[in-house]
Structures are given as C-alpha cells and as structure tokens.
C-alpha cells in the first residue's frame, strides 16, 4: 500500500482542507488569454464532465486498496467549496487519505496557481508533466515532512485543473515523499480520464 504504513493507530480519518480553496478569482482572464505568462499550456483538452458527475468514480476501487488497503470510505461531494470532490481513507487510520477535487468555481486553470506562487502558495514545485499534462505541487504551507501531505494541480485544460491531495499515514511521514505518492496518484487518475 503505497500510502500506509503496515504499523498504523486506530482512529477516526478527518478531511484536510485543499489548498483550492485558497485560490482567489481574478476577473478579465478570458480562455484567449490562458494561459497566463510562464503557465504550461494544455496540449489537448480533457472533457471531465462525466466524472464531475460522480467524482468517486475517478479512481477505482482496486486502485484505492493499493493506495490505502480494503476497509476504505469514499465520501462524495457535490457541492464542494472550489468543485465536485472524492475524499477516500482507511476507516482505522488516522490521516491517510486520498482526495480528488474538479475545480469548477475557478476556470483560470494553471494560471491562478502561477500567479499566487510565493504568495498564498508559498509551496510552488512544478513537477513533471504526465503524459504531456502539466502538474504543479502547490500549498499554503510546506507540510510534507511536518504532515505528510501534498497537493499537485493536474491541468486537463488551460481553464480546468483537477487538484489531487494524498496524506501519508503517520508512520510514512519523513520516510516517503507525499508529492511524489501524489504524482504517481495524479497519473493514475489521468490514465482512468483518458480511458473513457
């Protein structure tokens, strides 16, 4: 499991806030203007709109067990603050989790993260492209080895990105690199898009 530890405490999961949130709405952006200076263009639009719809389905439940064991619940939500969102974790686990989050109240893409880094993103890596999308690890904190946990903007669109968070499980913190699981996370996620 890529995500917990095999020595783990029994306790409640508790969501973590996305960085997604945070991000402010700028107006006077329109799509012909996307991306913005420095921002790594889309190569090919991803229609999302069918795993907007049941954002739980983005990933499978045999891809979840890898990441976070069998006793897993999703919880599904509609009406999310930034866009329809998945939150998974282990039921005897205290953090470990995985989430997926379609931004839909903010259509500036990659470009609103750019323009908030060192700002209200103080955490800014860009990472390497998956399959020729670009992603971006981004946070208002630094918490990969304090908390393990990291959270990389997918962009499926100049205007439209897909935020994926893990958390590591407590014994996986300081041993394992939270945007590097979230990476490899996003890619499967990206692989699941493509195939339908």
């Not at 897993?72 to 999310?80: C, F, I």
């Not at 060192?118 to 998956?130: A, N, Q």
Request: glycine share 8%; aromatic share 4%.
């Amino acid at each position: 499991m890529l995500l917990v530890a095999a020595c783990t405490t029994t306790q409640n999961g508790t969501a973590t806030p996305s960085p997604m949130s945070s991000i402010t709405s700028k107006t006077g952006d329109p799509a012909s203007q996307l991306p913005g200076a420095g921002v790594p263009a889309v190569p090919s639009p991803i229609d999302t709109t069918q795993f907007q719809q049941k954002p739980c389905t983005t990933l499978t439940d045999t891809q979840i067990a890898k990441l976070l064991g069998s006793d897993v619940e999703p919880k599904e939500n509609p009406t999310d603050e930034a866009g329809p969102s998945c939150f998974w974790h282990p039921r005897a686990v205290t953090q470990a989790a995985v989430s997926v989050i379609y931004v839909t109240k903010n259509r500036r893409g990659l470009t609103a993260i750019y323009q908030q880094q060192g700002t209200t993103f103080p955490l800014f890596i860009p990472m390497e492209p998956v399959d020729g999308y670009p992603t971006v690890a981004y946070g208002q904190a630094d918490l990969r080895t304090t908390n393990g946990k990291c959270a990389i903007a997918l962009g499926t669109s100049n205007q439209d990105i897909i935020d994926v968070s893990v958390a590591l499980s407590e014994g996986n913190i300081g041993k394992k690199d939270p945007c590097a699981a979230a990476h490899e996370v996003t890619a499967t996620v990206l692989n699941n898009l493509q195939a339908r």
